[in-house]
C-alpha cells in the first residue's frame, strides 16, 4: 500500500470508527454523563487514570468513583476535606487503590484552587516540542500536594520515555472537536495539532503491521515516532487516525 493509499484508507477507517456507536463500548463514556465543563474534564481526567485492563472493570469502577463523588464531581472536588477520605475505603482498580484516589482529589482541588483548572495547568507547559513537556510539568504541579512516592507512577512522565497513553487519550478527549459526538472539544486554548496518539497494544500493533512504526517497543520514542507519521497525513489533526488504529485492532482485529 503506498502513502496515498494508506491515507485513503485510514481516512475511512476514522470516520467509519468515530461516531456515537463507539461510546457505549468505551469508558469516554463516563464524562458522557455530565454537561458541565469542569464535570466533564474531572470525569474524563480520573477515568483515563484507570484505563487499563478490561474496559468492562474501567467503565465500572471509574462509575464508582462517580457515585462516591455524588455524581458531581467538580464540587465534590471543591468543597473536599481530608476528614472525607474514608468515602475512599474499598476502591481498588488494579494497582490503583482508594489512597491513590484519596491523593488525586486534593491534587485536583489543588490544580483548581491554584493553577485555573485543569486546562491552564496543562497549557502553562506547552513548548515548541509540543504536548509532551507539557503533561511532564502538568505532573510537577499535579503533586505539589503532600503524596505518597508510589501513587507518582500513576500520572507518566513522557519526558522520562514514557508514551503517557492514559493522559494523550484524555488530552484527545478534551481538544478534539465534538462534531462527530465522542470527543468533547471544550479546551479551545490548546490546538488538536499538537496532540499525540494514545499508543496502546491495538494502534502499535496496526501501526506497525501498516509500516507506520518500526520500533518493537511502546515507549516515548516509538510514540515520537508514529506523531511524525501520522502528522504528515493530517498535519492539522494527526490525532483522528486513533481511531483507525484501534478500531482496526479491536474491533477488526487486522
Not at 21 to 46: G, N, W
Not at 218 to 234: C, F, I, S, V, Y
Amino acid at each position: 500500500m503506498n502513502k496515498t493509499d494508506l491515507k485513503i484508507f485510514l481516512d475511512e477507517k476514522a470516520i467509519q470508527y468515530e461516531n456515537g456507536d463507539f461510546i457505549p463500548h468505551d469508558p469516554i463514556q463516563i464524562p458522557h454523563q455530565f454537561e458541565l465543563k469542569e464535570d466533564i474534564e474531572i470525569a474524563a481526567f480520573l477515568t483515563a487514570t484507570i484505563a487499563w485492563g478490561n474496559r468492562k472493570s474501567i467503565i465500572t469502577n471509574a462509575t464508582k468513583m462517580m457515585d462516591i463523588m455524588g455524581n458531581a464531581p467538580y464540587d465534590f472536588i471543591l468543597n473536599y476535606d481530608p476528614e472525607q477520605a474514608h468515602l475512599f475505603d474499598g476502591f481498588v482498580h488494579r494497582t490503583f487503590n482508594s489512597g491513590d484516589l484519596e491523593t488525586f482529589i486534593r491534587a485536583l482541588q489543588h490544580i483548581y484552587l491554584n493553577h485555573g483548572g485543569l486546562e491552564n495547568a496543562f497549557k502553562k507547559g506547552i513548548t515548541s516540542e509540543g504536548l509532551q513537556p507539557a503533561i511532564s510539568n502538568f505532573k510537577k504541579l499535579f503533586f505539589e500536594v503532600e503524596h505518597l512516592p508510589r501513587t507518582q507512577k500513576h500520572v507518566s512522565d513522557p519526558l522520562k520515555n514514557s508514551a503517557a497513553k492514559r493522559i494523550n487519550m484524555f488530552l484527545r478527549w478534551m481538544v478534539r472537536d465534538a462534531n462527530a459526538g465522542v470527543d468533547f472539544g471544550i479546551w479551545n486554548t490548546i490546538s488538536p495539532s499538537l496532540l499525540s496518539c494514545p499508543l496502546d497494544v491495538h494502534t502499535s500493533n496496526v501501526a506497525r503491521k501498516l509500516k507506520l512504526l518500526k520500533r518493537k517497543q511502546n515507549d516515548g520514542k516509538t510514540l515520537q515516532e508514529l506523531d511524525k507519521a501520522l502528522r504528515k497525513m493530517d498535519p492539522n489533526d494527526p490525532v483522528k487516525y486513533d481511531f483507525a488504529l484501534f478500531g482496526l485492532g479491536a474491533f477488526e482485529k487486522f
